[in-house]
C-alpha cells in the first residue's frame, strides 16, 4: 500500500476519492491478501442502511497480519508491552512469537466448542494476552466484543445478554497505578444475571486468590498448553462481523456497533499508514486501551496490519510518577505518539518540571484523540513534547466510524491549532444547518455530516438495525449524521465543535445522559434527575446532575450514595462530577425537561436561558440559578 508522500498528492488522491470512490478504494484493497477477490467494490444505501463493500469476497483479517507478514518481517517486534510496574520487565514480541501465540490461543478456543459467529466478550487488562483474544476470536470467525474493564458487573452483564455472548474471557486481576483491582469477582457477580455463558477463560494477572467455578472455568494458561503453533485461519465473507463496540447511546441502553471484515481491515490500516506517516522500522505508541475503538484500530489493527511496531501499556501516565509517559518516550524511542487531551490536560497541569529528565527527541508525529483538543492543550503539547518541530494530527473520528476521518497527515498538511483540518480521501464531509440544507463555502457553522460511505462505516447496532437507522441516518436524508458540531474556517479547515445531542464527551469516552439519569434513578430516595455535561478544565467535559430526592438525609451523604450507585450500575468513569439537588426541574407545559437551560446554569451561563416564563414552573430556574452559585 503506497503511502501519501505530499500535499498535491493528498489533493490528487482526494479527488479521485471523490469522483471515482470505487476506482480509488480497489486499487488500495488490491494491496492486501484475498481468499476471493471481490465481484463488485460498492453497494449501498443509506435510507435501509444495506452497505456491501468488496461485495462477495472473501478473506481472513489475521492472515492480512500474519502470512503476509511473516516472510519479511517474521522476526520484526509486534508488540512492546509495557506494564504498570516500570520494575517489572517489558515484553518484546515478534510477529511469528504473536502468530504462534494466536494460534494457541485459536486452538483452544475451537477445543472448548467456539465456531464462526460466536459472540465472545473480551474484559481485560491492557496485557499481550487482550490482544491476543482479540486476534484469535478474528482468526477462527469468532465476533468479539471488548468491554472496558473498568465497567461494573451490571454494565458488563448487559452487553453480555444484548449480543448472547458464548464466552467470556478475562483475568483474575487487574494492576492500575498503585491498585490492584479484582476482575473476576465483577465477572462472577455479571454472570449471576446471564444465562448463555458456557465457558469463562482467565488469565493469571495478578495471582489473587479467585472463585473457580467447576466445568465453566478454566485457566488460560491450562487452555493453550500443548496446543499447535498453527491453525488455518477461518474463510470469512467481506461483509461477516468481525467485532461489536458498545457505545452509550442517548436513550440509556448501550448500542453494539458491529463492524465487518474487509472494509475495516482497509479502512484502518490505511488510515494508520497515512496519518501517522509510518516507516517501516519506527516505534508507535497509542496509549488507548482495547476497551476503546482507539484500541482496536490503533493499537491492535491498523499498527499489525502494516507490519508495525505497536506499544501496550498497562498503566497510568501518572505511576509510580507524573513522568511515566515521558519516561516510557524515550525508553523504547518513541517515534510516533498518540493520546488524548485529557491526559494532555492532567499531564500540562503539573507543570514541566517532570520534562526535565526526558529528552523526547525520538518523537517525529505527536497525536490527539477522542474529543476536540482546545487551543491552551494544543500549543502546551506541541511546544513541550513535539518541541515546536513535530506535526500535532488532531484526529476527529468516532467509534461508528471505526477509523480516522478528518486528520491532518502528519508532516504533509499545515497544521492549524485545534483543527482536525481536512478530510482523509474517501471521505465526504458536508455541514448542514438544523433543517438539512448544506452551507458550501467557507466561514459557515453547523451540523456535521457524511453523504457517502466509507469501508469502516458501522453496519447495523447488534440485533437492533432499526434503532442504527433511527440514530444515524433519520435525521437528515440520504446522510450519516455525526452529533457533532462544526465549523468551517476561511481556509476550508474543519474545526469540531463537540456534541450536538444529549450524549457527553467525558475524557475522550462518549456517555449518553440517559445512561446516567437511569443509573442515578435507581437510588431508592431519588425521584428524577438531570443530567447534562459541562466545561471541565481536566476531562474537557464534566457530567452535572440535578437531582431531586425524597429524604430527610444530609445532602452530603445522599450524594455520596448517588456517586456510589453510578460507580455500581456504569462504573467510575461515569460518576457526577457535581450533583445539585433540586426541588424542580425546568419543563415545557408538555413535560420536557428544558436541558438547554440546565446547561447553561451548569456552565455558568446565567444570561443567555432564553424566555422561560412559558415554562409549567419558571421560579425552578431561579432556585437552581440560586443553588448553582453556591457550588
Same mark, same amino acid.
Given at each position: 500500500m503506497e503511502r501519501i508522500k505530499s500535499l498535491s498528492e493528498y489533493f490528487k488522491k482526494y479527488e479521485l476519492s471523490q469522483n471515482d470512490p470505487e476506482k480509488f478504494w480497489s486499487e488500495i484493497a488490491n494491496s492486501f491478501t484475498w481468499k476471493k477477490k471481490w465481484d463488485k467494490v460498492l453497494e449501498w444505501d443509506f435510507k435501509n442502511l444495506d452497505i456491501n463493500w468488496f461485495k462477495n469476497a472473501k478473506l481472513n483479517i489475521t492472515e492480512n497480519i500474519f502470512e503476509r507478514n511473516l516472510k519479511d518481517r517474521g522476526g520484526k517486534t509486534a508488540i512492546i508491552w509495557e506494564p504498570n510496574d516500570p520494575n517489572e520487565s517489558a515484553i518484546n514480541l515478534s510477529y511469528q512469537e504473536l502468530y504462534e501465540m494466536t494460534c494457541k490461543f485459536s486452538n483452544a478456543?475451537?477445543?472448548?466448542?467456539?465456531?464462526?459467529?460466536?459472540?465472545?466478550?473480551?474484559?481485560m487488562p491492557m496485557v499481550p494476552e487482550a490482544a491476543i483474544a482479540m486476534l484469535a476470536c478474528a482468526r477462527v470467525g469468532a465476533i468479539h466484543s471488548v468491554v472496558f474493564a473498568g465497567f461494573?458487573?451490571?454494565?458488563?452483564?448487559?452487553?453480555?445478554?444484548?449480543?448472547?455472548?458464548?464466552?467470556?474471557?478475562?483475568?483474575?486481576?487487574?494492576?492500575?497505578?498503585?491498585?490492584?483491582?479484582?476482575?473476576?469477582?465483577?465477572?462472577?457477580?455479571?454472570?449471576?444475571?446471564?444465562?448463555?455463558?458456557?465457558?469463562?477463560?482467565?488469565?493469571?494477572?495478578?495471582?489473587?486468590?479467585?472463585?473457580?467455578?467447576?466445568?465453566?472455568?478454566?485457566?488460560?494458561?491450562?487452555?493453550?498448553?500443548g496446543e499447535s503453533i498453527e491453525c488455518e485461519a477461518e474463510s470469512l465473507d467481506s461483509e461477516d462481523m468481525l467485532f461489536i463496540l458498545y457505545t452509550s447511546g442517548s436513550t440509556g441502553k448501550p448500542k453494539g456497533v458491529v463492524h465487518s471484515s474487509a472494509g475495516y481491515m482497509v479502512y484502518s490500516s490505511y488510515t494508520f499508514l497515512n496519518v501517522f506517516q509510518y516507516d517501516e522500522n519506527d516505534i508507535y505508541?497509542?496509549?488507548?486501551?482495547?476497551?476503546?475503538?482507539?484500541?482496536?484500530?490503533?493499537?491492535?489493527?491498523?499498527?499489525?496490519?502494516c507490519?508495525?511496531?505497536?506499544?501496550?501499556?498497562?498503566?497510568?501516565?501518572?505511576?509510580?510518577?507524573?513522568?511515566?509517559?515521558?519516561?516510557?518516550?524515550?525508553?523504547?524511542?518513541?517515534?510516533?505518539?498518540?493520546?488524548?487531551?485529557?491526559?494532555?490536560?492532567?499531564?500540562?497541569?503539573h507543570g514541566l518540571e517532570p520534562l526535565k529528565n526526558n529528552s523526547l527527541e525520538s518523537l517525529r508525529v505527536i497525536g490527539s484523540v477522542g474529543e476536540p483538543i482546545n487551543e491552551e492543550a494544543w500549543h502546551w503539547y506541541h511546544d513541550n513534547i513535539g518541541k515546536g518541530n513535530c506535526p500535532l494530527v488532531d484526529t476527529w473520528w468516532q467509534?461508528?466510524?471505526?477509523?480516522?476521518?478528518?486528520?491532518?497527515?502528519?508532516?504533509?498538511?499545515?497544521?492549524?491549532?485545534?483543527?482536525?483540518?481536512?478530510?482523509?480521501?474517501? &471521505?465526504?464531509? #458536508?455541514?448542514?444547518?438544523?433543517? +438539512?440544507?448544506?452551507? %458550501?463555502?467557507?466561514?459557515? $457553522?453547523?451540523?456535521?455530516?457524511?453523504?457517502?460511505?466509507?469501508?469502516?462505516?458501522?453496519?447495523?447496532?447488534?440485533?437492533?438495525?432499526?434503532?442504527?437507522?433511527?440514530?444515524?441516518?433519520?435525521?437528515?436524508?440520504?446522510?450519516?449524521?455525526?452529533g457533532?458540531?462544526?465549523?468551517?474556517?476561511?481556509?476550508?479547515?474543519?474545526?469540531?465543535?463537540?456534541?450536538?445531542?444529549?450524549?457527553?464527551?467525558?475524557?475522550?469516552?462518549?456517555?449518553?445522559?440517559?445512561?446516567?439519569?437511569?443509573?442515578?434513578?435507581?437510588?431508592?430516595?431519588?425521584?428524577?434527575?438531570?443530567?447534562?455535561?459541562?466545561?471541565?478544565?481536566?476531562?474537557?467535559?464534566?457530567?452535572?446532575?440535578?437531582?431531586?430526592?425524597?429524604?430527610?438525609?444530609?445532602?452530603?451523604?445522599?450524594?455520596?450514595? &448517588?456517586?456510589? #450507585?453510578?460507580?455500581?450500575?456504569? +462504573?467510575?468513569?461515569? %460518576?457526577?462530577?457535581?450533583? $445539585?439537588?433540586?426541588?424542580?426541574?425546568?419543563?415545557?407545559?408538555?413535560?420536557?425537561?428544558?436541558?438547554?437551560?440546565?446547561?447553561?446554569?451548569?456552565?455558568?451561563d446565567f444570561q443567555n436561558l432564553g424566555d422561560t416564563s412559558t415554562l409549567l414552573n419558571p421560579d425552578v430556574v431561579e432556585e437552581i440559578i440560586k443553588g448553582a452559585k453556591q457550588k
Amino acid at each position: 500500500m503506497e503511502r501519501i508522500k505530499s500535499l498535491s498528492e493528498y489533493f490528487k488522491k482526494y479527488e479521485l476519492s471523490q469522483n471515482d470512490p470505487e476506482k480509488f478504494w480497489s486499487e488500495i484493497a488490491n494491496s492486501f491478501t484475498w481468499k476471493k477477490k471481490w465481484d463488485k467494490v460498492l453497494e449501498w444505501d443509506f435510507k435501509n442502511l444495506d452497505i456491501n463493500w468488496f461485495k462477495n469476497a472473501k478473506l481472513n483479517i489475521t492472515e492480512n497480519i500474519f502470512e503476509r507478514n511473516l516472510k519479511d518481517r517474521g522476526g520484526k517486534t509486534a508488540i512492546i508491552w509495557e506494564p504498570n510496574d516500570p520494575n517489572e520487565s517489558a515484553i518484546n514480541l515478534s510477529y511469528q512469537e504473536l502468530y504462534e501465540m494466536t494460534c494457541k490461543f485459536s486452538n483452544a478456543l475451537k477445543k472448548k466448542g467456539v465456531k464462526k459467529g460466536d459472540r465472545i466478550i473480551i474484559y481485560m487488562p491492557m496485557v499481550p494476552e487482550a490482544a491476543i483474544a482479540m486476534l484469535a476470536c478474528a482468526r477462527v470467525g469468532a465476533i468479539h466484543s471488548v468491554v472496558f474493564a473498568g465497567f461494573s458487573s451490571s454494565s458488563l452483564a448487559d452487553r453480555i445478554n444484548d449480543c448472547q455472548a458464548k464466552m467470556v474471557l478475562t483475568s483474575d486481576g487487574n494492576f492500575r497505578g498503585s491498585k490492584t483491582i479484582s476482575v473476576k469477582p465483577i465477572v462472577d457477580q455479571a454472570l449471576e444475571k446471564c444465562s448463555t455463558i458456557e465457558n469463562v477463560i482467565v488469565l493469571e494477572r495478578t495471582k489473587q486468590t479467585v472463585n473457580m467455578v467447576e466445568g465453566r472455568d478454566h485457566w488460560w494458561h491450562d487452555c493453550v498448553k500443548g496446543e499447535s503453533i498453527e491453525c488455518e485461519a477461518e474463510s470469512l465473507d467481506s461483509e461477516d462481523m468481525l467485532f461489536i463496540l458498545y457505545t452509550s447511546g442517548s436513550t440509556g441502553k448501550p448500542k453494539g456497533v458491529v463492524h465487518s471484515s474487509a472494509g475495516y481491515m482497509v479502512y484502518s490500516s490505511y488510515t494508520f499508514l497515512n496519518v501517522f506517516q509510518y516507516d517501516e522500522n519506527d516505534i508507535y505508541w497509542c496509549t488507548a486501551d482495547v476497551g476503546w475503538i482507539t484500541g482496536h484500530s490503533y493499537i491492535v489493527y491498523g499498527p499489525l496490519l502494516c507490519g508495525a511496531t505497536s506499544v501496550m501499556f498497562e498503566g497510568v501516565p501518572t505511576f509510580p510518577n507524573v513522568s511515566r509517559f515521558w519516561d516510557i518516550v524515550d525508553k523504547f524511542k518513541i517515534n510516533q505518539f498518540y493520546t488524548a487531551p485529557t491526559a494532555i490536560r492532567a499531564l500540562q497541569a503539573h507543570g514541566l518540571e517532570p520534562l526535565k529528565n526526558n529528552s523526547l527527541e525520538s518523537l517525529r508525529v505527536i497525536g490527539s484523540v477522542g474529543e476536540p483538543i482546545n487551543e491552551e492543550a494544543w500549543h502546551w503539547y506541541h511546544d513541550n513534547i513535539g518541541k515546536g518541530n513535530c506535526p500535532l494530527v488532531d484526529t476527529w473520528w468516532q467509534t461508528e466510524t471505526g477509523g480516522i476521518m478528518i486528520s491532518a497527515l502528519a508532516g504533509i498538511t499545515p497544521n492549524k491549532p485545534a483543527h482536525a483540518s481536512l478530510p482523509l480521501p474517501g &471521505i465526504h464531509p #458536508v455541514i448542514v444547518d438544523s433543517e +438539512g440544507n448544506e452551507l %458550501k463555502g467557507n466561514n459557515v $457553522q453547523g451540523n456535521l455530516c457524511i453523504k457517502f460511505p466509507w469501508p469502516s462505516i458501522l453496519r447495523t447496532t447488534y440485533g437492533d438495525h432499526q434503532r442504527c437507522i433511527n440514530t444515524y441516518f433519520s435525521n437528515y436524508k440520504g446522510m450519516y449524521f455525526t452529533g457533532d458540531g462544526v465549523k468551517r474556517d476561511h481556509d476550508g479547515y474543519l474545526r469540531i465543535l463537540g456534541r450536538v445531542d444529549d450524549v457527553m464527551n467525558v475524557s475522550g469516552h462518549r456517555m449518553g445522559t440517559a445512561e446516567v439519569e437511569n443509573a442515578i434513578n435507581e437510588h431508592e430516595e431519588v425521584i428524577e434527575s438531570a443530567v447534562v455535561g459541562y466545561p471541565h478544565d481536566i476531562k474537557g467535559e464534566g457530567i452535572y446532575a440535578y437531582v431531586i430526592v425524597n429524604s430527610n438525609s444530609s445532602i452530603d451523604i445522599i450524594k455520596k450514595e &448517588i456517586t456510589d #450507585v453510578v460507580r455500581r450500575v456504569i +462504573g467510575p468513569i461515569a %460518576k457526577p462530577d457535581k450533583i $445539585q439537588i433540586v426541588s424542580g426541574l425546568p419543563k415545557t407545559r408538555s413535560g420536557k425537561i428544558m436541558r438547554r437551560i440546565l446547561r447553561k446554569v451548569a456552565s455558568n451561563d446565567f444570561q443567555n436561558l432564553g424566555d422561560t416564563s412559558t415554562l409549567l414552573n419558571p421560579d425552578v430556574v431561579e432556585e437552581i440559578i440560586k443553588g448553582a452559585k453556591q457550588k
